[in-house]
């Protein structure tokens, strides 16, 4: 703590036991905090100052929230956080010299300072970061003055936003700002992502259907296109029911898992699950089958995905070749180290990775051929436009034999569209048509069991 601090800031900020704070008004106290975080920022020692750009480090930001955080709960109602990171700043120093990245960064620094009021704490939190600790604002607010902040600059850049929330530390604070940012950037950059403090009541019903294990999960067909719809295999998809969000999809469950850091053990609920079910599955069909399972980008980016991947499907005993995980192209960030050397590990095993929804968003030929898939999905939208849907269904199935890639088209619904698809020799096919989502007890009762089962 820098002595240079007012003393009646430094007893604020130390003594939050003092019994008279509790009698402050609520107005006074926000304010308190704010002046607090302010003098911090004004007085702050050189280490804690950023020499290129003259705000705050990351050392200073982390100190200037700390002693936020030090103020009692109930004087603390609203603090937002947002985290700023610029989209191209990468690519300008690659292009144009590290010259040029610094004196983006000194230009970001100089606009956004001047947008801010005088109790805001802007930091550069590292590299191309930037961190922001609003006092008393809402996170409704936070996302309006970081959608202005965004604005003011030439250069674009995605912002993740949170607001404290009783109990936090310094670090899941932090932590819940950096997860908007994530998902703001691998959901497209240049925007801005609320990651609510606020825990709906649909997250603690996720939570205790998760612990009771009452997650479903039902299985799709994918079938051989040139084998007269030969069923192949089975795509699980999670099913359940919320009282409170009764008209909760499955892609809106998985949303709200991945903003209440539950994705990871719905993930493995879901693995676990489809994987012991799918011996009983392939035990009716009486074929070999494979069985493909989703992961979310945030489940992939935790270094401990694969090898935990690896011991569930142990667990279950299902083989690793017969097992392909689905990734959606657009959601994987592609700097993502930590996500490829997941990859990388779960295909050395012999699983292979898909591809999912090729075609519904910002897909790169350059990815395409640098990352590590073995099939390509093509989303349903391709073939349900009936204008396009040859001529891009012919560019893709080239695309997929040029990078040696296995397809499967998705949302065949018409004979027409399954004609289409065995004219163009695309391998497997899934939709309406060869058949829905199924319970297990659905497909094991519609099957007569086979007699000669490969399990
Ligand atoms: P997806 O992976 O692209 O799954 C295909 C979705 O399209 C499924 O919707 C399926 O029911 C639907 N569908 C299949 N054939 C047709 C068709 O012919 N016509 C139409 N209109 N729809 C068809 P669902 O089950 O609602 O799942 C939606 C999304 O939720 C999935 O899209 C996937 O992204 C996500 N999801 C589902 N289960 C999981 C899971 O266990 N983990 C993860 N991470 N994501 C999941
Ligand atoms: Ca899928
Ligand atoms: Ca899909």
Not at 27 to 34: H, M
Not at 52 to 70: E, K, P, Q, V, Y
Not at 399 to 404: I, P
Not at 406 to 412: A, K, L
């Amino acid at each position: 703590m820098a002595l240079a601090i007012p003393l009646c800031v430094f007893a604020i900020v130390n003594n939050p036991a003092l019994a008279w704070w509790a009698a402050i008004p609520p107005v006074t106290t926000t304010l308190i905090v704010g002046a607090a975080v302010a003098v911090l920022s004004r007085v702050a020692s050189e280490a804690d100052i950023d020499v290129l750009t003259g705000l705050l480090n990351r050392r200073g930001f982390d100190r200037a929230l700390m002693t936020a955080l030090r103020v009692p709960s109930g004087a603390n109602p609203s603090l937002a956080m947002v985290l700023f990171d610029l989209d191209d700043f990468k690519s300008t120093n690659d292009r144009l010299g590290h010259r040029a990245g610094d004196t983006m960064l000194e230009n970001v620094a100089a606009r956004w300072i001047d947008q801010l009021s005088p109790d805001a704490i802007l930091a550069r939190y590292g590299g191309d970061e930037f961190g922001l600790l609003l006092p008393n604002t809402t996170e409704a607010q936070a996302i309006e003055i970081a959608d202005r902040m965004r604005a003011a600059i030439t250069t674009n850049c995605s912002a993740g936003v949170t607001s404290w929330r009783h109990g936090d530390t310094a670090s899941l604070f932090v932590g819940r700002a950096d997860i908007g940012l994530y998902r703001a950037k691998a959901t497209g950059r240049n925007q801005t992502t609320l990651e609510s403090a606020q825990r709906p009541a649909v997250v603690s019903e996720l939570r205790a259907a998760l612990d009771s294990g009452t997650i479903d999960v039902h299985y799709q067909p994918i079938v051989d296109v040139a084998d007269c719809g030969r069923i192949v295999g089975y795509e699980a998809l999670v099913r359940w029911t919320s009282t409170e969000q009764p008209d909760l999809t499955p892609s809106g469950l998985i949303t709200i898992a991945e903003s209440s850091d539950l994705i990871d053990e719905l993930g493995r609920a879901v693995l676990y699950r489809a994987c012991t079910d799918a011996h009983s599955i392939q035990r009716t069909l009486g074929s070999r089958l494979t069985l493909n399972v989703n992961v979310s980008c945030l489940e992939l980016v935790r270094e401990t995905y694969a090898t935990r991947a690896l011991a569930t499907v142990a667990a279950a005993g299902w083989p690793f070749d017969q097992l392909v995980l689905e990734i959606t192209e657009s959601e994987l960030a592609a700097d993502s180290e930590q996500a490829m050397a997941q990859l990388q590990q779960l295909r050395r095993v012999g699983i292979r990775i898909a591809i999912d929804d090729f075609g519904s968003g910002y897909s790169s030929l350059n990815r395409l051929a640098s990352l590590p898939w073995d099939i390509l999905k093509i989303d349903r939208p391709i073939i349900g436009d009936a204008a396009s849907a040859r001529p891009m269904l012919t560019a893709i199935t080239a695309l997929s034999a040029a990078f040696g890639l296995d397809v499967i088209v998705e949302g065949i619904e018409t004979q027409d569209q399954a004609r289409l698809a065995a004219e163009l020799g695309i391998g497997n096919a899934q939709g309406f048509l060869y058949g829905r989502a199924m319970s297990l007890d659905e497909i094991t009762s519609a099957m007569p069991a086979a007699t000669a089962a490969p399990d």
